[in-house]
């Protein structure tokens, strides 16, 4: 394998919200040409109340809610675990059907803490050989690369530098065939 070609690519360097912007993007620019399977955040649910986020399945229609209502002055972890299992596994099964590439939101804390949430999803892709792009929190970022080294580029949160990326990735992904 060239060693300038990683596998995954974690897209950093903006807040949270302007990534998966991006992501989205790029996901809306390639999915015609690009079996894309995996879950973003959905710009559509943004909102002052974190209560209404939610995940966008990228293989199919549907989504899942990032949090769950703790109700007022909770101080408790507000993230679903159950629906974020859920997601991962729908994209587990999504994986298995066939893709070019997998596009998981983020590691976050769930997987870092927990080893949950979307971990098995990026097992899958991992063991699938599937090109990934995501982003990694940076406070978790020891964690993922405990899990990931020497898999992962590290790219700027700028759309050309994610399309460099792609156009390795994918033709890798395509050779590898």
């Not at 059907?97 to 927990?114: M, N, P, Q, T, Y």
């Not at 097992?123 to 982003?135: H, M, R």
Request: with cysteine; aromatic share 8%.
């Amino acid at each position: 394998m060239d060693k300038a070609i990683k596998p995954i690519a974690v897209v950093q360097g903006a807040d949270s919200a302007a990534i998966q912007q991006l992501i989205g993007q790029f996901v809306a620019h390639w999915q015609t040409r690009a079996r894309i399977v995996g879950v973003i955040e959905d710009p559509r649910n943004e909102s002052r109340s974190r209560v209404q986020g939610r995940l966008s399945n990228l293989g199919g229609d549907g989504s899942f809610p990032i949090f769950q209502d703790l109700g007022p002055g909770s101080a408790g972890c507000a993230l679903d675990s159950p629906s974020l299992v859920e997601a991962g596994e729908q994209v587990r099964r999504d994986i298995a059907s066939g893709c070019d590439l997998v596009v998981l939101s983020k590691f976050g804390k769930l997987e870092a803490e927990k080893g949950s949430g979307l971990l098995p999803a990026f097992i899958e892709a991992i063991e699938a050989g599937a090109p990934i792009l995501t982003s990694v929190a940076p406070k978790f970022m020891a964690v993922w690369d405990n899990f990931a080294s020497p898999f992962y580029v590290v790219l700027p949160a700028e759309l050309p530098a994610i399309e460099a990326w792609w156009a390795e990735a994918s033709t890798r992904s395509a050779a590898a065939e």
